[in-house]
C-alpha cells in the first residue's frame, strides 16, 4: 500500500471545495430571487457564474480524488473511513471535521438545485400552457412524439377524418 495522502493537503482540497460548494449555495440563493422576479438577465449571468464554479468544483474533486486513489484508497465512504482509521486521533478529527462540513453544505446544495428546479418546471409548464391558449390548442390533442417531445395531433385527427 502505498503512503498515506498528506492531511493537510487533503484537508486543504476539502477546505476548497466546501468554498466552492458555498459559492454556489449563494448563487442558488440569488437565483431563486431571480427566478421569483422573472429577471431573465441576472438569470443569464447567474448561470455563467455557476458554471464556473461548478467547473472548478470538479476540478477541485478529481485532485482530491486522485490524491487518494495515488495512495491506493478508494475516493468512496468506505475507502474514507478506512483513510480515517489509519489517522492518529487527532488527524481523524480534523479530517472528519472538514468532511462533516463538506457533506453539509453539499446537502444544503442539493435541496436548494431541487427548489430552483420546482420553480423552473412548474415556470415553464405554465409558459406552455399560456401559449397553448394562445396558440387556440386544446390541450387533449398533445401527444408525444418520437423523441419525447410533445407533439400536437390535432392535424393528423382531422386527415383521418377526412
Keep these: 500500500m502505498n503512503a498515506l495522502p498528506p492531511l493537510d ?11 466552492f460548494l458555498t459559492t454556489l449555495n449563494d ?6 430571487l431571480a427566478l421569483q422576479q422573472r429577471d431573465v438577465s441576472l438569470l443569464q449571468e447567474l448561470i455563467e457564474k455557476k ?16 490524491l487518494f486513489i495515488s495512495a491506493g484508497i478508494t ?11 489509519q489517522l492518529s486521533a487527532t488527524d481523524a478529527s480534523s479530517f472528519t471535521a472538514h ?6 453544505v453539499l446537502r444544503q446544495v442539493n435541496d ?3 427548489r430552483n428546479e ?5 415556470n415553464s409548464r405554465n409558459l406552455e400552457q399560456l401559449m397553448s391558449i394562445i396558440r387556440g390548442q386544446n390541450q387533449k390533442n398533445t401527444l408525444y412524439n418520437q423523441s419525447g417531445g410533445k ?4 392535424a393528423q385527427n382531422s386527415l383521418g377524418k377526412a
Design 151 to 154: 407533439g400536437n395531433y390535432a
Design 51 to 66: 458554471t464556473a464554479t461548478l467547473l472548478l468544483l470538479e476540478e477541485n474533486n478529481q485532485t482530491r480524488n486522485q
Design 118 to 122: 420546482i420553480i423552473i418546471t412548474r
Design 27 to 32: 448563487l442558488l440563493d440569488a437565483e431563486y
Design 9 to 19: 493537503q487533503i484537508n486543504a482540497l476539502t477546505t476548497q471545495g466546501i468554498t
Design 99 to 104: 468532511w462533516t462540513q463538506l457533506e453539509q
Design 75 to 85: 475516493p468512496d465512504k468506505a475507502g474514507l473511513q478506512s483513510f480515517q482509521a
Design 112 to 114: 436548494k438545485n431541487k
